[in-house]
């Protein structure tokens, strides 16, 4: 099966900094690529996501980044806030199958 | 829109009992999926429903669990005995796949707490 994987399990970033997340995955067939970010208590809510047919994606202050040849996409946030702390998840998916990621917790510090 | 709706937000019972969640997706929304959370991991699928019909169920241990999409609207999920291992966050989450959008809503979950 899908075997997926993220850097770092956790990261620290100062306000305003960019932080930058990394998921590997095991599946060539993988052809949606989302992330996911989920806060204290809540469900995970789909922040970004990319199609096996492109390379990058921009949405404000959000991007992916995707290889298909070296099996990984990235998340970049840039000008990070407080309110950008929560846990991020990859959930590679070929169909409509994801494949959630072991997550990564990112804290914001003002 | 409305999201998706999960009850109970959470529930405490003891090893051997039997619980039941319920879960109402987005309207009009015709996949309906089931997810355990245990804790520090990523969601892992235990059903997929399209419509009232089964889709995947391949990780549910259905030797306790049991799930049901009556009317192709609403769903539950029941275990029946709980185990110490189900302590977990129980996410519903729905999806319209229109033409080739997977994205999934999530609902806020339910945490069980098994004693």
């Known amino acids: 099966g899908e075997n997926v994987e993220q850097h770092p399990s956790t990261l620290s970033v100062q306000e305003g900094d960019s932080a930058v997340i990394k998921c590997t995955y095991s599946d060539s067939a993988s052809n949606y690529f989302p992330w996911y970010k989920q806060e204290l208590g809540k469900g995970p809510q789909l922040i970004i996501d990319?199609?096996?047919?492109?390379g990058e994606k921009k949405d404000q202050r959000i991007a992916v980044t995707l290889n298909k040849t070296a099996k990984h996409f990235s998340l970049h946030i840039t000008e990070t806030q407080p309110e950008d702390s929560a846990v991020y998840f990859c959930a590679p998916a070929y169909t409509d199958k994801l494949i959630f990621g072991t997550g990564t917790r990112l804290q914001v510090f003002p | 829109e409305a999201g998706v709706a999960q009850s109970p937000r959470y529930k405490i019972i003891e090893k051997r009992q039997s619980v039941a969640f319920w879960c109402n997706p987005i309207s009009g929304h015709a996949t309906l999926y089931w997810y355990q959370q245990i804790l520090g991991q990523g969601p892992k699928l235990l059903i997929q429903f399209q419509n009232n019909g089964v889709v995947d169920d391949s990780q549910l241990p259905k030797d306790r669990f049991s799930a049901e999409r009556l009317k192709g609207v609403d769903s539950t999920l029941k275990i029946q005995p709980a185990k110490l291992e189900d302590s977990a966050v129980y996410l519903c989450?729905?999806?319209?796949?229109?033409?080739?959008?997977?994205?999934?809503?999530f609902g806020p979950g339910t945490r069980l707490t098994v004693t």
């Open positions: 989450a729905s999806s319209s796949l229109l033409g080739a959008v997977y994205e999934q809503y």
């Open positions: 990319i199609r096996s047919n492109v």
